[in-house]
């Protein structure tokens, strides 16, 4: 039997790395013959866009670049598929040719790499397949620095986002607190409607920072009014007051909103940062800086997790596994065993637990004042940022695998 | 004797690692006891707000935590002494107190570590004490990211700034090119009126990189109708286009030129990169993102460069043998005695040859079209990143030194 992997959504570090645990375990596995890459995600196989990956994966080298390379090296895409249900037959034309190409390449398993849209893609695929009696499998391998999937304990290449993060934070704070007169530092920290990446910040006090020193999250309703509350009460505390602020908190003030466009119909553009930045600026009148951490935080492999890649490549393998076993329809996730010692499991779930949906940051991690997270969290993110990948370098530049 | 040090100007990854080369060399150095460090630059001079080093930097874990942390352990400042010539006499209150305070901590040596204006005190201070027959010595020891200090080969802080900018443009070149339409990437790199950093961009060909595929300069003229054409051009050979620009360039549009404000008197508070997204979307009409690279390129340690580093902290050692050789009004400079192998000397040369003053990328790296860099350029950058420090970490995050 020959199998197809693919990649799809948003880059994060640790995608590749799952590519390689799926690749790795088929030239393990008896009775796996070819492995096809589709390239940008399901358009690869709608296109019958194939690479054969064993002509590009050619050695363990290669594997290691790959495990230290950013992003999708076979594209990804954001492509929804139709509705398919036995009432309404719309679309099945697209249906027909997907898994006309997986039969004529003879693939019975395709493993998707991918977020909660994602997997949305591997449940009507698996459905399609079970209403037309096809035995091929459908697998889901969960990524995304948002770390919103349900079910599983966390996502792939969310450790790597967060230590990205705390790095980054850690020497911003440095990097705010020289200057003998007071200051505001705004960090603009990724998730559109989760706040994870943003709360993972409180990791810093566990190498005794004090910053930063509010955090704000979506899953809290925000007023503009308590944050400069918020913002006053801590300048009369700290010298240089740190901001981190995910992207998807919706603020209550017109005119600054992201993406608000003004009376000549230009968009202004400001995330969240920005409006909170020129807020400060206007009503508290101190020194402001606002700071996108922008797809940096997706895509610094430089600084990735040894935890968050050496999983990422554990849960591709056992993905394999799974569909060995006969399963489709699943996306494989983590369980955790324990924090101390951190012990994961890896099963696989019902798809359809996970397709659409998305998992918020707990209500008793936040404090009451919806500004600070608990230190109940630190034990849940500390051991996704644990150890360091020993980049291989070029020239003083971290090698990528290109094909 | 006893001897200070300050630190003055914006942050770099470099300037504790100079720091650590002063203190290092006044313990090997017989007749200097004390080492002061001078809080926030000279203000901790004018205000007699010094620290005894060795009561804080005790180990030599100790002196390595502090070349992996950025920023300035000792604080910094903006302050610009007034002049004080033999004409008019105004100012020298404050220069008496500088003076007075330094001989009452009977400190023999200054060493100040700072760019463009920090040199501008070194020389006030040197001319000083030659009016007033005082025998106390005034070093500068360079720093700064923007690379703009005359005489020196470089500045100690560029080459981490240059492995971070291109590290992560590297990382955002993967980031931008996964999906299968097209797109124009805009990243901005520090440098207000040099374009050092975003020149270094061209590094990335030594590792067969094809992009950045345009770089623009403050060197030279910016024209937004040759901008589009340039973009348009580049958009026809490459899906993903991907544009370094320094954050100095002159636009000729009026409406989107940074901190201009629109008829209610808000700022836009768009940098060029926003500006030049704007233009893009407006003017092409396709996917375009801008990212600034803001301040973590100049406090990004946890990827610093080794040569920059180890340089740092070599040229710091190197001012205090000058101050003992009676050496005064000087600043530390490198001269590149050959690229391959890369060979740099150490050596004073006039602060007044530097103070207030500007060096520019030349002109001969710069093509016609104003949009690109020779490979003649990366002769230049290339020594400058190679290496890197094994930053010692806690918990999955770099440990900073705190005093």
């Known amino acids: 039997m020959n199998i197809a992997v693919a990649q799809s959504g948003g880059p994060t570090c640790a995608i590749n790395a799952s590519l390689v645990g799926v690749f790795r375990q088929a030239l393990k596995t008896q009775g796996i013959d070819a492995v096809f890459g589709s390239k940008c995600g399901i358009e690869g196989i709608i296109g019958d866009d194939l690479i054969d990956l064993k002509r590009v994966i050619r050695t363990n080298e290669d594997m ?48 998707y790499i991918g977020g909660n849209d994602s997997m949305d893609t591997v449940q ?11 035995g091929i499998r459908f697998i889901g391998i969960p990524k995304t620095i948002d770390n919103d999937l349900p079910v599983t304990d966390h996502t792939p290449g969310f450790g790597s ?24 530092t705004i960090i603009e920290v990724m998730g559109r409607h989760t706040g994870w990446l943003a709360a993972s910040s409180c990791l810093l006090r566990a190498n005794e920072e004090v910053a930063p020193h509010l955090i704000y999250l979506p899953e809290s309703e925000f007023s503009t009014e308590r944050f400069l509350e918020d913002v006053r009460a801590e300048c009369a505390k700290h010298r240089a007051v740190i901001v981190a602020v995910s992207e ?16 000549f119909g230009h968009m202004y553009l400001s995330g969240v940062g920005r409006a909170l930045e020129q807020l400060v600026r206007d009503e508290i009148g101190c020194k ?6 922008n797809v940096m935080q997706r895509c610094s492999s430089h600084i990735c997790s040894k935890t968050d890649i050496d999983e990422a490549e554990a849960i591709g393998a056992e993905a394999v596994k799974a569909a060995m076993r006969g399963e489709t329809g699943v996306t ?8 101390k010692p951190y012990v ?26 919806g500004n600070n997270i608990s230190d109940e969290a630190i034990k849940y993110f500390l051991p996704l940022i644990r150890g360091e990948v020993d980049i291989k370098m070029r020239n003083g530049m971290p090698v990528h695998f290109k094909m």
């Open 124 to 134: 009507k695929l698996s459905e399609y397949a079970t209403r037309i009696g096809s």
């Open 332 to 339: 494989m996730v983590f369980r955790r065993i324990s924090d």
């Open 288 to 293: 402001v800086r606002s700071i996108e951490l």
């Open 64 to 111: 290691e670049l790959l495990r230290q390379t950013p992003a999708t090296v076979l594209g990804s895409c954001r492509y929804k598929l139709p509705e398919c249900t036995y009432e309404d037959n719309n679309g099945a034309e697209i249906y027909d040719r997907i898994f006309g190409v997986l039969d004529k390449h003879r693939i019975e398993a395709l493993f």
């Open 248 to 263: 998807g908190i919706e603020l209550d003030i017109s005119g600054v909103r992201s993406g608000v466009s003004d009376n």
């Open 344 to 369: 994961v499991t890896i099963e696989s779930a019902d798809t359809a637990l996970m397709a659409n949906k998305e998992k918020f940051v707990p209500r008793e991690w936040i404090n009451v004042a």
């Open 161 to 184: 986002a967060v230590k990205y993060v705390c790095a980054s934070v850690q020497e911003i704070i440095r990097d705010s607190s020289v200057y003998s007169f007071d200051s505001v």
